[in-house]
């Protein structure tokens, strides 16, 4: 497949910058609402706390998983980075799979679940390790480091 320009490059990482940054926020959004969630004696806030997540788990989280998945995919295949070239591409796609199963999928069901009244416990681990993997995934990608693979 052909390079695209430095110009489109460009474009292209900015909008992979911008849903990955719209997830990040999004985990803290939903640490944030889960501490209100468990220090509140009151059962409306505690119910509009995980409401609240649970919209967001199928409208932002879902809309900038998939935003940054593909922006992520036409960058690896349109530029010089390529998909398995750099140890540090292969250890954010291994991330990728993580805050995937952690994001739409996860959060949707333990959100549901805490919604319910079941224990929030998954909800808290699902939301530190997305907040961690996301915040791993921004280290590699601007710190790059392992260097190049050796063909082999």
């Known amino acids: ?15 992979h910058l911008i849903f990955s ?31 609240v997540m649970h919209v967001l788990s199928e409208s932002s989280v879902r809309a ?36 995937i199963a952690l994001g739409p999928i996860g959060m949707y069901v333990w959100t549901a679940g805490a919604l319910s009244g079941e224990n929030p416990l998954m909800l808290w681990i699902g939301i530190v390790l997305q907040i961690l993997s996301l915040v791993a995934i921004f280290l590699l990608s601007v710190f790059k480091p392992w260097g190049k693979r050796v063909p082999g």
């Not at 320009?5 to 909008?15: A, D, V």
């Not at 070239?85 to 799979?97: D, M, Q």
């Open 1 to 15: 497949m052909s390079k695209i320009s430095m110009t489109s490059r460009k474009w292209l990482l900015l909008l």
């Open 64 to 99: 900038s998983t998939i935003g940054t998945l593909v922006t992520g995919i036409m960058l690896s295949a349109l530029t010089h980075w390529g998909f398995l070239r750099y140890h540090w591409i292969i250890a954010k796609e291994g991330l990728s799979v993580v805050t």
């Open 21 to 51: 940054a719209i997830m990040l926020g999004g985990a803290v959004i939903f640490l944030v609402l889960s501490i209100v969630a468990a220090t509140t004696t009151d059962p409306n806030v505690f119910q509009a706390c995980y409401t």
